[in-house]
């Protein structure tokens, strides 16, 4: 008896395929970790924090100090305000840190009037360019 390798390769790809189409896709399917349940809580919280990141950011925007550097800077402030929530959840989230930051260092006494005002200024001209951007 003579080994043919053709034929034996023929035999273990016929081999194969049987096996790959006589199981069943599901035995197949990766079991996942995370449950539904814990995708949607998981979902809930991120919708939670980008509706309070965008009330720090508007309630910063919306603060006298702040009305007073955009019209000083021509900047409209109803449009700064609206772009907002057009931000990602990243740029959000940084401009929300900064925001309470800044607000916290000026009621702190560590900012100036103008220090402030530069950093509304900085905040206002970041969200429109990208708004611009989109």
């Known amino acids: 008896m003579r080994f043919d390798l053709r034929q034996s390769a023929r035999a273990v790809i016929a081999c194969v395929l049987v096996t790959i189409f006589s199981v069943p896709p599901s035995l197949l399917?990766?079991?996942?970790?995370?449950?539904p349940a814990d995708l949607q809580k998981e979902l809930i919280s991120a919708t939670q924090r980008r509706e309070l990141n965008v009330e720090r950011v508007r309630e910063?925007?919306?603060?006298?100090m702040a009305q007073k550097a955009l019209?000083?800077?021509h900047m409209n402030p109803k449009q700064?305000?609206?772009?907002?929530a057009s931000l990602s959840d990243a740029e959000l989230a940084q401009l929300a840190s900064r925001a309470?930051?800044?607000?916290?260092?000026f009621v702190a006494g560590?900012?100036?009037d103008r220090d402030l005002l530069l950093i509304i200024l900085g905040i206002?001209?970041?969200?429109?360019?990208i708004i611009a951007v989109r």
């Open 60 to 64: 910063f925007l919306s603060s006298e």
């Open 29 to 35: 399917a990766q079991t996942h970790v995370v449950s």
């Open 100 to 105: 309470e930051k800044a607000q916290a260092d």
């Open 110 to 112: 560590t900012l100036s």
């Open 71 to 73: 019209k000083t800077a």
């Open 80 to 84: 700064v305000k609206t772009g907002v």
């Open 124 to 129: 206002a001209a970041l969200v429109l360019i």
